[in-house]
């Protein structure tokens, strides 16, 4: 792909980026280096225990008794990871949404495969609803990549269990749908950070099967959930030149026909994890200020 297909911020980094995929030989090296950050946490971050799992807890300057929530899911393909990496996304949306916001350290696949990390979220969503600084009736599960695709599959878990109703859906870029792994039509060469090599890997280690399996639970892949009816408002953010994009405009459709209502934002030549990997750049400031509006809109009413 010519590179001038690329967003203008991002042609540079698009250029540099790795395009090896993930997978098994990499997988301890990687998780050794990520795992650098989350040894000791901000002194703004507080790290609580919810069983087995933990959370860190971003709080905004605030007065009010009760505030509203975002449990927020870290990306990594569902085999890796910290919720620490996410301390600086975490910490914005506290401050300018001013809201409590919770990470949620969750265990990675492929040691802990479905539904062990769903489950380890939707421990962290009662816990947060629990607790005395929030309104449970105004909490938002959002994530990055696959922390997209658990927080989809949360609500929908939510939905079913009727502990927790979340009251909005904020999904980056989320990972829903293994039968993308299957495509034979999809140019390798033409992604940043994410490919369907790593996506093969990654939905083999979360779900247990080969992707495509009609095994797959729909709360694994929430693509393949029949009923997407009485979900909560979505969000849902994917750049064009991002493996996800089909699934993800997919997704968006198949919640408005639903009923559900679901604003879809499509950045123009932005590829997987783009924000992370450029966060001062002007299309990921739009995309941040975008975000930051659909949760003020969702939970400061």
Same mark, same amino acid.
């Given at each position: 792909?010519?590179?001038?297909?690329?967003?203008?911020?991002?042609?540079?980094?698009?250029?540099?980026?790795?395009?090896?995929?993930?997978?098994?030989?990499?997988?301890?090296?990687?998780?050794? =280096?990520?795992?650098?950050? %989350? *040894?000791? $946490?901000?002194? +703004?971050?507080?790290?609580? @225990? /919810? &069983?087995?799992? !933990?959370?860190?807890?971003?709080?905004?300057?605030?007065?009010?008794?009760?505030?509203?929530?975002?449990?927020?899911?870290?990306?990594?393909?569902?085999?890796?990871?910290?919720?620490?990496?996410?301390?600086?996304?975490?910490?914005?949306?506290?401050?300018?949404?001013?809201?409590?916001?919770?990470?949620?350290?969750?265990?990675?696949?492929?040691?802990?495969?479905?539904?062990?990390?769903?489950?380890?979220?939707?421990? =962290?969503?009662?816990?947060? %609803? *629990?607790? $005395?600084?929030? +309104?449970?009736?105004?909490? @938002? /599960? &959002?994530?990055? !990549?696959?922390?997209?695709?658990?927080?989809?599959?949360?609500?929908?878990?939510?939905?079913?269990?009727?502990?927790?109703?979340?009251?909005?859906?904020?999904?980056?870029?989320?990972?829903?749908?293994?039968?993308?792994?299957?495509?034979?039509?999809?140019?390798?060469?033409?992604?940043?950070?994410?490919?369907?090599?790593?996506?093969?890997?990654?939905?083999?280690?979360?779900?247990?099967?080969?992707?495509?399996?009609?095994?797959?639970?729909?709360? %694994?892949?929430?693509?393949?959930?029949?009923?997407?009816?009485?979900?909560?408002?979505?969000?849902?953010?994917?750049?064009?030149?991002?493996?996800?994009?089909?699934?993800?405009?997919?997704?968006?459709?198949?919640?408005?026909?639903?009923?559900?209502?679901?604003?879809?934002?499509?950045?123009?030549?932005?590829?997987?994890?783009?924000?992370?990997?450029?966060?001062?750049?002007?299309?990921?400031?739009?995309?941040?200020?975008?975000?930051?509006?659909?949760?003020?809109?969702?939970?400061?009413?």
């Amino acid at each position: 792909m010519a590179l001038d297909a690329f967003h203008p911020d991002l042609r540079l980094a698009a250029r540099l980026l790795p395009r090896g995929a993930i997978g098994p030989r990499m997988l301890r090296p990687v998780r050794i =280096a990520g795992g650098l950050m %989350a *040894r000791k $946490p901000p002194k +703004d971050v507080r790290v609580e @225990a /919810v &069983g087995p799992i !933990s959370v860190r807890v971003h709080r905004p300057p605030s007065s009010q008794s009760e505030l509203p929530a975002l449990l927020w899911v870290h990306g990594g393909g569902y085999v890796l990871g910290t919720a620490a990496q996410e301390d600086a996304v975490c910490r914005r949306f506290a401050q300018e949404v001013g809201i409590v916001v919770a990470s949620v350290e969750y265990r990675l696949a492929p040691e802990h495969k479905f539904p062990v990390p769903l489950d380890d979220c939707h421990a =962290a969503l009662v816990w947060l %609803a *629990r607790q $005395p600084y929030v +309104d449970p009736g105004r909490i @938002a /599960v &959002g994530g990055a !990549s696959a922390g997209g695709g658990l927080a989809a599959g949360l609500a929908l878990l939510a939905l079913e269990r009727g502990e927790v109703a979340p009251a909005f859906q904020l999904l980056s870029y989320p990972m829903l749908d293994d039968r993308t792994a299957t495509r034979t039509d999809i140019d390798e060469t033409d992604f940043r950070l994410w490919n369907n090599k790593a996506n093969r890997f990654g939905w083999q280690s979360y779900t247990g099967l080969a992707p495509g399996s009609s095994e797959i639970s729909g709360l %694994a892949a929430p693509a393949r959930y029949e009923d997407l009816s009485g979900l909560p408002p979505a969000w849902i953010g994917v750049g064009t030149l991002d493996l996800f994009c089909d699934e993800d405009r997919s997704y968006a459709g198949r919640l408005r026909a639903a009923g559900v209502q679901c604003d879809l934002e499509i950045v123009e030549g932005a590829f997987h994890g783009f924000d992370s990997v450029r966060p001062k750049a002007g299309v990921t400031e739009a995309f941040r200020s975008s975000q930051v509006s659909a949760l003020t809109a969702a939970l400061r009413r």
